[in-house]
């Protein structure tokens, strides 16, 4: 979710060449169509939207997401197993540390969304395009699945497999009214320190992570402060717990709408080239197109003035 790379400058004749070319390699890859469409988007974009990497970004979610399902979930699974030596502070810091180690290291290979709401919210602001929101949720409800097998295998089915339900003492609409307005907060601040305006980079990450520790602090007695429909869903799937699930999938999605609006409200439509990058990656381009941006820049350094 980091938004701070730069895209390589095509505004020189060379430059525009070297798009030229990078967009007849497109429509040989994927047709007239498809080319057609990405060539309505800004240029800083088109690189983002070569399917070429979309095996390796969907791959990103999935292992981002198992990694966040088995830290969150694992968490609960040993705070039964070990009799309480885990402690709630612990039980909440681990998914948020989590999250904040996997956007550092794979942000700039998928967006690192690693929650369904985070993936549509992008999508609703036009950071991110309809037509991978799909695999992506795909990819991060597997992740999420394959977390709570290991698990189980590990462990056997332990405290549910770390499934969120309302805590005791607390109804379903408690439960349902703090997982909404958790996840406005969380797509609050993860649209907003992606936006250009914030341009705030990598450090994005420690206010996301930052986010989902103070939720669990003071809401997860409540609701498990879940805030995500994938991070729920794999531990209920495999435990077979699926009595209070709509909560963790209806609550959160309304909370990222909201968020939406309040961030339109805030900034306007969009979140700008770096709320884009930010949402979708900046995996380098193709090969050949490297070869293209590097002779741009030797040729720019050679006929710029001296100093």
């Known amino acids: 979710m980091t938004g701070d790379e730069r895209i390589p400058d095509v505004g020189t004749p060379s430059g525009a060449q070297a798009r030229d070319r ?3 390699v497109v429509v040989a890859r994927h047709g007239v169509r498809i080319a057609s469409l990405l060539e309505r988007e800004p ?15 969907l791959f990103g979610e999935l292992f981002g997401t198992f990694l966040l399902v088995l830290a969150g979930a694992g968490a609960a699974v040993l705070e039964t197993a070990t009799h309480g030596q885990i402690g709630r502070a612990a039980s909440v810091t681990a998914p948020a540390l989590t999250v904040l180690a996997v956007i550092l290291f794979m942000g700039a290979v998928c967006g690192a969304h690693l929650n ?18 799909p695999g992506y949720i795909a990819a991060q409800c597997v992740g999420a699945v394959l977390a ?25 609409t408690q439960a349902f009214v703090v997982e909404a307005v958790l996840s406005l907060g969380l797509v609050s601040t993860i ?30 007695p409540v ?3 879940s805030m995500n429909p994938a991070r729920s869903l794999g531990p209920a799937l495999v435990s077979v717990d699926l009595h ?20 339109y409200i805030l900034r306007g439509s969009g979140g700008g080239p770096g709320g884009s990058r930010a949402a979708q990656g900046t995996l380098r381009p193709p090969a050949s197109n490297v070869t293209e941006i590097q002779s741009t820049r030797r040729a720019r350094r050679r006929t710029s003035p001296a100093g």
């Open 22 to 24: 990078l967009g007849a």
């Open 43 to 57: 240029v800083w974009a088109r690189d983002f939207n070569d399917l070429a990497y979309e095996g390796r970004r």
């Open 116 to 133: 369904p709401i985070v993936s549509v919210a992008f999508a609703l602001r036009g950071d991110f395009a309809w037509r991978r929101v």
């Open 148 to 172: 709570a097998l290991v698990l189980k295998a590990a462990f056997g089915d332990v405290a549910h497999l770390g499934a969120t339900v309302p805590g005791p003492g607390f109804t379903v």
């Open 191 to 220: 649209l907003g320190t992606a936006s250009s305006a914030q341009n705030i980079g990598p450090l994005s990450a420690i206010g996301v992570g930052g986010y989902i520790a103070q939720a669990g602090l003071w809401a997860g």
């Open 223 to 225: 609701s498990g402060a």
């Open 244 to 263: 209070d699930l709509w909560i963790y999938l209806t609550a959160p999605t309304l909370g990222a709408l909201a968020a939406v609006a309040a961030a």
